[in-house]
């Protein structure tokens, strides 16, 4: 089990076929809860900020079976293993500006809900081997309602959200003593729309690419490295008030993360702590959509997206009878993005914007990083039949 089925963030990596802690082996079953928010600040001047979330409170649950690899091979990754969960939550956006020279007030409030599912199969070739076939999608949609310059309670107009991101992936394991190794092929799907009575955005398509996995483990500690890209084009599709006139391209884009753990295993606990580097480019913007944005969005201006954030994951977990462990996690993310706003009509120039992937609304917390993107998940996984180990 990782964080990405109960995150806040659509496009950014996930565990597909990899894990922080290893699964409980034999017939289980897993139940959680988890609060997580995805947070955009721009600086629209010293002291003007725009600043929008989206926070969602999961469910998740989950059913598997897993069987260990023999003589003391691997490290930790089942050598069999089917596995199926979802994640479901409703979701609150939010997103404020208020009066300055550059923008008008601009307010922004709505409702939503994600909808995330994965599933793992593996399979053993002899003692030392395992295909690996997996796939995620996780779902993100959105009703706001906007106002521009108006007083409270008055709205401007009505806008719908879509960001979507499908994982498949098939690769193939091979186990050592303590150590083994894993190599993927990738096919990604990252879908966006942004759509309001003036604007029209949607992009949708599929990525290529691979992913690498190393996990080591000698005693009680276990260590692993794990690197993916995919990269390809998008079909974006664009149209803008007053004319409405189709604006269809192919555009660049690529998911990419790097992540490396560590996590040391006592006869009733287990940690894990990893770190992530993830970066995505994608041509739209369909998540926690700033003020800033909308107002240019309305104007015929059309996005280019690039975020880079790093994550650290901590996950604990705790026998508390032979068939039930509870577990708790915690991510907290940093970042930066980088939007660049092209004028559709060739006209005017374009503009970026500098946005942070952390603070939230008053400024966040002091310090040079601010106020994380957190996500916080208390769960617990139970043995069906007998009690496993």
Request: charged share 25%; net charge negative.
């Amino acid at each position: 089990m990782g964080p990405d089925l109960v995150s806040a963030c659509i496009y950014c990596a996930g565990m597909l076929l990899g894990m922080d802690l290893s699964p409980r082996m034999g017939l289980s079953t897993d139940i959680g809860f988890s609060y997580a928010t995805l947070a955009r600040r721009y600086d629209v001047s010293a002291d003007r900020v725009d600043a929008s979330d989206v926070t969602p409170k999961f469910i998740l649950i989950g059913i598997g079976n897993a069987r260990g690899a023999r003589e003391g091979l691997g490290a930790g990754t089942p050598e069999f293993e089917w596995r199926a969960r979802v994640a479901f939550a409703p979701s609150h956006d939010e997103q404020e500006i208020k009066a300055s020279p550059e923008l008008e007030r601009i307010n922004t409030d709505g409702t939503g809900r994600y909808e995330n599912f994965a599933l793992v199969l593996r399979f053993p070739l002899g003692a030392r081997d395992s295909v690996e076939i997996a796939a995620n999608r996780r779902n993100h949609s959105a009703t706001d309602l906007i106002n521009i310059g108006g007083e409270n309670l008055e709205f401007s107009e009505e806008r719908t959200l879509s960001a979507e991101r499908i994982d498949i992936a098939a690769g193939w394991r091979h186990r050592w003593k303590g150590l083994e190794a894993e190599v993927a092929l990738r096919w990604v799907k990252p879908n966006g729309s942004n759509n309001t009575a003036r604007v029209f955005h949607r992009a949708s398509g599929a990525l290529l690419g691979g992913e690498l996995e190393v996990r080591w483990h000698l005693g009680g500690w276990t260590a692993l490295a794990h690197g993916e890209r995919m990269s390809g084009s998008l079909d974006v599709h664009r149209e803008s008030f007053p004319a409405f006139d189709d604006r269809d391209a192919s555009l660049d884009a690529s998911l990419e993360a790097y992540r490396l753990g560590v996590g040391y295993s006592w006869p009733r606990t287990d940690l894990m702590l990893t770190a992530t580097y993830d970066r995505q480019h994608l041509p739209f913007v369909a998540l926690s959509v700033l003020g800033t944005e909308t107002v240019a969005f309305d104007s015929g201006f059309d996005p280019d997206s690039i975020v880079k954030q790093v994550f650290w994951d901590l996950a604990f977990r705790y026998a508390v009878t032979p068939a039930i462990r509870a577990r708790v996690s915690i991510r907290m993310a940093w970042g930066d993005e980088t939007v660049r706003l092209t004028d559709s009509a060739g006209v005017l120039p374009g503009q970026t914007l500098d946005v942070a992937r952390r603070g939230i609304f008053g400024g966040g917390l002091s310090g040079p990083l601010g106020a994380p993107e957190p996500t916080l998940f208390i769960g617990a996984d139970f043995s069906v039949g007998a009690a496993a180990p």
